[in-house]
């Protein structure tokens, strides 16, 4: 997309000298979006598979089926059991 630029504080607008011919290539500019969507898609989905783990592990220790633990350290074993999934 190519874009001309005037001066429109010159004078009130009376005279507008030309800045320049200014262009944005709109095909990189949407790939870097894409490619940064993609990114933020991916990290919200690992903080949802995170927050479930913990929610599970709350109505675990709801039942009482397992022992009992704060939310630091559910998390604190989640990202222990991720770390050592992508190790493997």
């Known amino acids: 997309m ?37 990114h933020q898609i991916s990290n919200l989905r690992d903080i949802l598979k995170t927050m479930g783990l913990v929610i599970g592990q709350q109505k675990e220790m709801k039942t009482g089926a397992v022992q009992k633990r704060t939310v630091p350290e559910i998390l604190t074993e989640v990202m222990k059991a991720v770390v050592k999934n992508e190790d493997n």
Do not use: S, W
Not at 14 to 29: C, E, K, R, S, W
């Open 2 to 38: 190519t874009c001309d630029a005037y001066d429109m504080l010159y004078f009130e607008g009376m005279a507008q000298p030309h800045l320049g011919t200014f262009t944005i290539n709109i095909g990189d500019v949407v790939k870097e979006l894409r490619e940064k969507d993609t």
